[in-house]
T-cell receptor
Framework: GQNIDQPTEMTATEGAIVQINCTYQ??????LFWYQQHAGEAPTFLSY????GLEEKGRFSSFLSRSKGYSYLLLKELQMKDSASYLC????????????FGKGTSLLVTP | SAVISQKPSRDICQRGTSLTIQCQVD?????MFWYRQQPGQSLTLIAT?????????ESGFVIDKFPISRPNLTFSTLTVSNMSPEDSSIYLC???????????FGPGTRLTVT
């Protein structure tokens, strides 16, 4: 089984930077995913890390340390539309390559 | 990335009936999965849809309740059988174009059982 932990809620100010952490335990790590989900909508793919290090995509970056079982999603230049739930998910090769999700972090961006 | 559509987008069904949800992809994909998201919760995997063979179900989900078909590399169906109000949820299909690659979600089917 897997334990995936991320904060329940976070609040940040428009224009600022926020870091959402995720820790996990898994036996057959095969990648870590971050998704954004607005209320009433399906999850939207943000990033995928399989090797250690930082992946940057515009305002969003994701970091992975496999030895520490740790990842973070970094959002820069926050905009009001970034208010959403952010889901951390781990793929386990021992579980058929499907994703196991954390409970999600609800981010509120304030003016 | 692949374009994924689901039908229906939403439905309201009576207790005891069944609903079949379709997932269509615009290109051939290696892996297809079905997830459930109950109100206020995160996503839970129901099963992996295997092309040409029986689906692989997660603990707590059984074929009699959630039969799945995957006749080819672009299409899958999930049936929610003998529904009860506890089945009210969003049902999502997801795909991986290549095994071990990025995974994308369809728009979801919002099911309400009365």
């Amino acid at each position: 089984g897997q334990n995936i932990d991320q904060p329940t809620e976070m609040t940040a100010t428009e224009g600022a930077i926020v870091q959402i952490n995720c820790t996990y335990q898994t036996s057959g790590f095969n990648g870590l995913f971050w998704y954004q989900q607005h209320a009433g909508e399906a999850p939207t793919f943000l990033s995928y890390n399989v090797l250690d290090g930082l992946e940057e995509k515009g305002r969003f970056s994701s970091f992975l340390s496999r030895s520490k079982g740790y990842s973070y999603l970094l959002l820069k230049e926050l905009q009001m539309k970034d208010s959403a739930s952010y889901l951390c998910a781990v793929r386990d090769a021992n579980s058929g390559y499907a994703l196991n999700f954390g409970k999600g972090t609800s981010l509120l961006v304030t003016p | 990335s692949a374009v994924i559509s689901q039908k229906p987008s939403r439905d309201i069904c009576q207790r005891g009936t069944s609903l079949t949800i379709q997932c269509q992809v615009d290109s051939q994909v290696t892996m297809m999965f079905w997830y459930r998201q109950q109100p206020g919760q995160s996503l839970t995997l129901i099963a992996t849809a295997n092309q040409g063979s029986e689906a692989t179900y997660e603990s707590g989900f059984v074929i009699d309740k959630f039969p799945i078909s995957r006749p080819n590399l672009t299409f899958s169906t999930l049936t929610v059988s003998n529904m009860s109000p506890e089945d009210s949820s969003i049902y999502l299909c997801s795909v991986e174009e290549d095994r071990g690659g990025e995974q994308y979600f369809g728009p979801g089917t919002r099911l309400t059982v009365t």
